[in-house]
């Protein structure tokens, strides 16, 4: 399993891209981002300032690989990004940061980059179990949304997480809006 106390900011970018959730449009401000929160290094700043036009996503992607070596990290095996994107996105079901609809499609983005996992149950419950319910009329136990932050906490649960919460630049990375809204 995956050590959360690892769950820094760096690996959280790691793993979000890793499992194709963060888009490599995104990485020249993730790594403004990564550069703010005190992380440096030659190709962090290269990608930093990355003209976006033209832009060839190969480009940053060649550039953040760069990076994971010189901040002497090792690239993330993808069980591990994989499980702390699903408990980091559980835990912001749990926080209310994101609602019932956009959390099923995100988890449903998560459980397919990952090659469709065989569990946890509960993600596998909240990509797949509460598919359309949303939008044609619940037959849960309790609202949608109660539904889904009880699947949440069970896979917070599973991991004896509990009441975590991650590091605060961890969630600085997390809250803009948009992180967490679907198309």
Do not use: K
């Not at 891209?17 to 190709?43: H, Y």
């Not at 065989?118 to 993600?123: D, I, L």
């Not at 932050?149 to 991650?166: Q, S, Y």
Request: hydrophobic share 45%; charged share 25%.
């Amino acid at each position: 399993m995956f050590d959360v106390s690892q769950l820094d900011t760096f690996t959280a970018v790691q793993s979000l891209r890793a499992m194709s959730l963060v888009d490599s449009r995104d990485l020249p401000d993730l790594a403004t981002f990564l550069l703010v929160e005190g992380l440096d290094s030659p190709s962090l700043r290269d990608l930093a300032g990355l003209n976006l036009e033209p832009f060839d996503p190969r480009d940053a992607g060649a550039l953040f690989d760069l990076v994971v070596g010189e901040l002497g990290y090792r690239p993330i095996l993808l069980a591990d990004a994989y499980e702390w994107c699903l408990i980091v996105a559980a835990w912001a079901v749990v926080e209310g940061r994101v609602g019932p609809h956009d959390a099923t499609v995100w988890f449903e983005r998560l459980v397919a980059s990952a090659g469709r996992p065989t569990g946890p149950p509960e993600a596998m419950q909240l990509a797949y179990g509460f598919e359309d319910v949303l939008d044609s009329g619940w037959r849960g136990h309790g609202t949608p949304h109660d539904d889904v932050v009880e699947a949440a906490r069970g896979i917070l649960a599973r991991f004896d997480l509990m009441g975590w919460r991650p590091a605060a630049t961890v969630e600085r990375l997390l809250s803009p809006p948009d992180r967490w809204s679907t198309p």
